[in-house]
């Protein structure tokens, strides 16, 4: 009895007053914090302004090296009650529907105690006290004006957490206690100034409900408030603009990464293009098929330029109705946009992975058999089918199955980018195929050329050598990284503390489009400088009005019948051409189109001055 009543008198001051935050709409929620066990419930935002426990969690842990210091007994229940304020249940009112809940929080004394206590701590590491944990914001005293809890103090050992929020917490374990309470009560009137505080007490243990924002459906993910569950396909999406996985700094940077490397990527590919259209001939299998890998790249590079033209909202979110906006998640309707973004990115990627590995299967195939380059040009329609063809049926089968979702980070729509079966099936299990079917066709051709060398052999070896090095370590990188989130991405949406690596996206984006600019090295020959060469200067001419050189002035000639004349006179009978159409000059002349010849079957050509030419 005694023990319990010390219990009781603990909770009387604590309970008597208003709390710092208004009750107003303020719902109770169940601590989920492993750091702080000594109260059940609590209620956001807390006095940091966290809306989340997994944001408050966040928080809370950047106190950990001071917590394992140890620099006083009461740091981790202030930080706690700071927190993860404790939220009561007040006694239901005849005026409201359901009851109204206060959080309490730190006294200030318990905040003064432990700013002495780790402020030296603090400065021998050249830092401040928090602002955030200012003790002014705190109340000073436990009073019928302010409910705070003290914490006790630290000459009570090195007991972490003692002192009124204990009362809380045993009678929150000990129900029993409350009922014991009661049948006591009735014997002594005297306890009856304790009632409000019990009934507190039976509301906290009885009346705890999830705090505003969370929905019951979604609370299994990291940040409840940042989704909507959707009857539809009874998934939890997540809202449009949201910061999840990502904050908006990386979000920013993301979007200017993108549009560098797209842009760089699409005027590679687009020079490489024009070079091949300029002079079609001079490319054959296997390098025709680079030139279609650039195609590929330059489908990809104008995927992601449609996303910055059009912006990551309009791309990768869509509205239900009567709902908010939301990523497109599989099972939803994405937009126009959307799906635009979606076919040139996905069936970018994977034609270009799959041209990849009819370059490498061409060439093995050319060196095992012994082929000329010119003979494989008949096996093109079923090189396009493959490099074309499957994408395409890949492409209009993820469409079909409504596997288009939308990208926090980059804000375009891809598959597998919320679930992993999707991510598994359409990114990682394709792309390891063609990757690996490439390295060893590769394999297989640089043993070919190293068993029957020649010098064509010998030549494309060492390009495709060169250029296998530029395609296969960005292509390693980038399956790697979704290997990454596949194993990843589900602890990311449970635990708010486990945040993904910004740096490992931000590789991907750059070599998925490192290769577009690299592969136009193929074309880079002094052949590709004629090429242009030429085709700025018709396109120079064209513009600017040249016309045609003029047609030259030659000299007058015309047959001469002589026998040997070598006099250095003009002759009269000299035919010029102006003049041998007419035949107005001349002695001696034939009828107009028979030739002039001499008796001596001599031909004079000459002009009408002293030089002749006889043949």
């Excluded at 497109?328 to 590995?357: D, K, N, Q």
């Excluded at 740096?503 to 490192?514: N, Q, S």
């Excluded at 159409?581 to 002293?610: M, Y």
């Amino acid at each position: 009895m005694c023990q319990f009543a010390r219990v009781v008198l603990l909770v009387s001051v604590l309970a008597t007053a208003d709390c710092a935050i208004p009750a107003q709409e303020l719902k109770c929620e169940p601590i989920k914090l492993e750091l702080c066990t000594h109260y059940n419930s609590t209620g956001m935002p807390n006095f940091m302004g966290h809306q989340l426990q997994g944001d408050a969690k966040a928080g809370l842990e950047t106190f950990m090296p001071l917590i394992q210091f140890g620099c006083s007994p009461d740091l981790q229940f202030f930080l706690c009650s700071v927190h993860v304020p404790m939220c009561v249940s007040l006694p239901q009112t005849q005026d409201a529907e359901e009851p109204a809940h206060q959080l309490i929080g730190p006294c200030r004394p318990l905040c003064q105690r432990v700013k002495q206590s780790c402020l030296r701590i603090l400065h021998n590491f050249n830092l401040e006290w928090p602002e955030a944990l200012s003790c002014e914001k705190f109340p000073p005293t436990n009073n019928h004006e302010h409910m705070c809890m003290d914490g006790g103090n630290s000459s009570r050992g090195n007991r972490p957490f003692v002192g009124s929020s204990s009362a809380f917490n045993s009678l929150q374990n000990y129900p029993e206690l409350i009922s014991k309470y009661k049948d006591i009560s009735k014997e002594k009137p005297e306890l009856a100034i304790y009632d409000p505080i019990i009934r507190i007490l039976e509301n906290s243990v009885h009346n705890i409900k999830p705090a505003q924002g969370f929905s019951g459906k979604c609370t299994g993910v990291a940040f409840p408030v940042h989704h909507h569950y959707v009857n539809r396909t009874g998934e939890c999406v997540p809202r449009c603009g949201a910061d999840i996985l990502f904050d908006k700094e990386d979000k920013n940077f993301a979007s200017i990464w993108l549009a560098v490397w797209s842009i760089l990527c699409f005027i590679s590919t687009t020079f490489t293009l024009i070079t091949f259209l300029l002079d079609t001939s001079r490319f054959l299998y296997p390098e025709k098929c680079i030139i279609f890998l650039n195609l590929s790249y330059n489908i990809l590079s104008l995927g992601y330029l449609v996303r910055l033209v059009v912006g990551a909202e309009g791309v990768s979110c869509m509205t239900i109705p009567g709902g908010p906006s939301l990523l497109v998640r599989e099972g939803l309707t994405p937009t126009p946009a959307c799906t635009v973004v979606f076919i040139l990115l996905y069936f970018a990627t994977l034609s270009s992975a799959i041209w990849w590995a009819i370059t490498t299967t061409t060439w093995a195939v050319m060196v095992f058999c012994s082929l000329e380059q010119q003979s494989l040009a008949s096996k093109s329609p079923l090189f396009h089918f493959l490099g074309w063809g499957i994408p395409a049926i890949q492409t209009v089968a993820a469409l079909v199955l409504h596997q288009v979702e939308g990208d926090e980070l980059t804000g375009v729509c891809f598959p597998g980018q919320q679930t992993e079966s999707t991510l598994l099936h359409q990114l990682v299990i394709p792309h390891c195929i063609f990757l690996g079917s490439a390295f060893i066709f590769f394999l297989s051709g640089i043993v070919a050329s190293l068993i029957s060398p020649s010098d064509l052999t010998r030549r494309l070896m060492g390009r495709i050598s060169v250029f296998f090095i530029l395609y296969t370590l960005p292509q390693v990188c980038v399956v790697g990284s979704l290997v990454y989130e596949l194993m990843e991405r589900r602890h990311w949406r449970e635990d708010a503390t486990n945040r993904p690596n910004i740096e490992v996206f931000i590789l991907r984006i750059f070599m998925w489009l490192i290769v577009g600019i690299t592969s136009g090295s193929w074309v880079w020959s002094h052949k590709t400088l004629v090429s242009w060469k030429n085709l700025v200067s018709k396109c120079f001419g064209f513009w600017t009005g040249a016309k045609k050189p003029p047609t030259p002035i030659f000299p007058k000639v015309a047959y001469h019948a002589t026998a040997a004349d070598t006099s250095s006179e003009v002759r009269e009978d000299i035919v010029t051409l102006e003049n041998l159409a007419t035949l107005k000059r001349g002695k001696e002349l034939r009828q107009e189109g028979f030739p002039f010849l001499a008796d001596d079957k001599r031909v004079v050509l000459g002009c009408i001055d002293n030089n002749r030419i006889v043949l």
